[in-house]
């Protein structure tokens, strides 16, 4: 089985060598797609794991042992760029800062999928629709 995971550390978690357990206690294939360190606040990476449903569930089961949350990654945030019209709305629920205003003079709003942790929020707020959710 492959599967994508969100895992969020606490400050005190961080400094865990957990992609070298995963690999090699539970012989499971790592490919890590995002990652938001931060040795001041919560930390989130986003991995796709690969290897069997057995150590699959054990792997999970050693990350919950060290308090790091894990939530399955099923759905992908995309921005339609003909849509956006850059009103900042969204920037303001984006913990990741995925969304940011990346120039304040123009107030052009930037889109970094490499930090979006897929929480839906910037969809919920865009009055224009341009943020969206799609299913694998
Ligand atoms: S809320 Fe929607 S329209 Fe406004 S900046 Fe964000 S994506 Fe663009
Ligand atoms: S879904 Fe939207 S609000 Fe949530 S992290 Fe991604 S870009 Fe930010």
Redesign the pocket.
């Known amino acids: 089985m492959k599967k994508r995971i969100i895992l969020r550390f606490k400050k005190n978690t961080i400094d865990k060598p957990i992609v070298y357990k995963l690999v090699k206690d539970y012989n499971l294939i790592f490919n890590i797609l995002r990652a938001n360190i931060s040795p001041k606040a919560e930390s989130l990476m986003v991995m796709e794991l690969e290897g069997t449903e057995a150590n699959f569930k054990k792997g999970m089961k050693y990350l919950k042992g060290l308090d790091i949350d894990t939530e399955p990654m099923e759905r992908d945030?995309n921005r339609d760029e003909n849509k956006c019209v850059h009103c900042g709305l969204?920037t303001s629920?984006?913990?990741?800062e995925?969304?940011y205003i990346k120039d304040r003079r123009s107030m052009s709003i930037e889109?970094d999928y490499n930090?979006?942790?897929?929480?839906?929020?910037?969809?919920k707020v865009c009055p224009v629709k341009a943020?969206s959710v799609s299913f694998e």
């Open positions: 945030i969204c629920v984006c913990a990741p995925a969304l889109f930090r979006c942790v897929a929480c839906e929020l910037c969809v943020m």
